[in-house]
Nanobody, 128 residues
Framework: QARPVESGGGSVQAGGSLRLSCEAD????????MAWFRQGPGEQREGVAH????????YYADSVKGRFTISQDNAKNTVYLQMNNLKPEDTAMYYC?????????????????????WGQGTQVTVSS
């Protein structure tokens, strides 16, 4: 089973913090790229943060720059999304996405079509 598994969602008040985790296991190779996406009620899925696992390069959506940080634990094939200063508009289902093979141009870093494996999601709710 190569589907990534997310954890760490929950409910917080505005200004609070949460850390999401995504473990990518069950695949014969290590991921090349991992990313976080989110989808709020009635909204399209949007890319939030991206990590080049091998080089450590990161990309963020403008809406979360300076508040969210994506990081990794290589030994565990795990990425984290530290979310600080959360806002009600951050409320969404958060999904982890993984791409195992091939290179990825930076243009596609936050494009859902670039990723092959998706987790089931973890809910984040921010109240005002």
């Amino acid at each position: 089973q190569a589907r990534p598994v997310e954890s760490g969602g929950g409910s917080v008040q505005a200004g609070g913090s949460l850390r999401l985790s995504c473990e990518a296991d069950g695949h014969p190779t290590r991921p090349n790229y991992m990313a976080w996406f989110r989808q709020g009620p009635g909204e399209q899925r949007e890319g939030v943060a991206h990590l080049n696992v091998n080089l450590g390069h990161t990309y963020y959506a403008d809406s979360v720059k300076g508040r969210f940080t994506i990081s990794q634990d290589n030994a565990k094939n795990t990425v984290y999304l530290q979310m600080n200063n959360l806002k009600p508009e951050d409320t969404a289902m958060y999904y982890c996405a993984v791409r195992y093979a091939g290179d990825l141009a930076s243009y596609y870093a936050l494009k859902s079509l670039a990723y092959n494996y998706w987790g089931q999601g973890t809910q984040v709710t921010v109240s005002s």
